[in-house]
């Protein structure tokens, strides 16, 4: 099973710059995306067919043109479900949850916290709520995770550790979300499988010609619950590939037939 998780800054803007063409030649089982910030109604119509998958398609209800998420997944889903159940986190536009046969899988869009204190907080208090949405899940099957977690885990995990201290996205208190989060068990695949590698990014700023120097972060993930590691088959970042500051992360899972 291939799975694809990229935040695409504006669908139809990765559309026009050239970036589309991936989908096809992804052919994947499962591809999540972040920041669609569009209506799927309000685009044309030979960009809303995507043959062969089943289409789930989430927008901010506070804002158009915000933030918003999709899942195309081959697998029909059991059930799909939208934001996280406390209404205090909904109206963003920033989680689909697929129950599929065998685990739960959340793609998210987490809040950035870069531009005030207030919205801090919204970012933190959202990581919480998710932990404890996913735990609840995961007691009834495995879960995957996978997004834009806007936040840096490792110095391992940025080109300029040091000058980003102080910057939410690499804030200590974001880390140690991300600390809890891992040690409630939930895995890093890329790590997993590549251990510290370093230079290995999925953004990079539109300023200073960024990805041409690779001078990036990494804060696109795919996590795994403890229970899927032995699943865990291949993990990777598309650096290549065009139309987004962000870049596409996969993941290869592989299941007994059953």
């Not at 996280?84 to 869009?109: K, T």
């Amino acid at each position: 099973m291939h799975l694809y998780s990229w935040n695409v800054n504006g669908f139809r803007a990765v559309r026009a710059n050239g970036g589309w063409s991936w989908f096809e030649s992804a052919d994947a089982d499962i591809v999540a995306l972040q920041e669609v910030k569009a209506e799927l109604a309000d685009l044309p119509e030979e960009a809303r067919v995507f043959p062969g998958y089943h289409v789930s398609w989430f927008s901010a209800a506070k804002k158009r043109g915000y933030s918003g998420v999709a899942v195309f997944s081959r697998l029909k889903p059991l059930a799909v479900n939208f934001d996280l159940p406390d209404p205090v986190w909904q109206g963003e536009g920033r989680l689909i949850h697929l129950e599929l046969p065998r685990f739960h899988f959340f793609n998210v869009y987490f809040p950035n916290g870069q531009k005030d204190e207030g919205r801090l907080n919204y970012k933190l208090g959202y990581y919480e709520a998710f932990l404890r949405h996913a735990q609840e899940m995961r007691g009834t099957k495995p879960v995957v995770v996978c997004g834009d977690f806007n936040t840096a885990h490792r110095p391992v995990d940025l080109a300029r550790p040091r000058e980003n201290e102080k910057f939410s996205g690499f804030l200590p208190v974001e880390r140690a979300w991300m600390d809890r989060f891992t040690a409630a068990g939930y895995l890093d695949t890329f790590r997993l499988l590549h251990g510290d590698l370093p230079g290995m990014y999925t953004w990079w700023s539109y300023r200073s010609r960024a990805r041409e120097s690779n001078t990036g972060w990494r804060i696109d993930y795919f996590f795994v619950s403890g229970e899927l590691a032995g699943n865990v088959k291949n993990a990777w970042i598309d650096a290549a590939t065009p139309g987004s500051d962000h870049c596409p992360v996969g993941l290869e899972l592989e299941f007994e037939e059953e």
